[in-house]
Each structure stands twice: as C-alpha cells, then as structure tokens.
C-alpha cells in the first residue's frame, strides 16, 4: 500500500528514508554504491579521454 502512495507524490520529493526499515536502507546502499562505481567509471573514460586531447593538442616543450 505505501508503495502505491508513494506513486501518487510529486516527482522530486525527497523521500523519508527515516521511515524505512533496515533491509531497504541496506538495499538502497547497495544501489548508491553501484551507482557511484557507474560514475566513476565515466569520470575515468572522459579524464583519459580528456589527456588524450591534451597530448594531441598540446604544444612541444623546447
């Protein structure tokens, strides 16, 4: 029932993780965790590819 609630409040509330018992909040960890691995893995993709740019472009030293 309160996951249909849940559906019913606007997008963009922030939600009341007070609420939730132990099980959920461990899983949320675990989704957060996966999700910051995701975006290190695009920061690392675009700082290589960012040092590629630099090497190609940059001027010779003297």
Do not use: C
Request: glycine share 4%.
């Amino acid at each position: 029932m309160d996951d249909e609630l849940d559906q019913l409040k606007p997008a963009g509330l922030p939600a009341n993780k007070e609420r939730w018992n132990i099980e959920d909040l461990n899983a949320y960890i675990t989704i957060l965790k996966a999700e910051i691995g995701n975006v290190e893995k695009i920061v690392s993709e675009k700082t290589n590819v960012q040092m590629a740019a630099n090497a190609l472009f940059s001027r010779p030293a003297d």
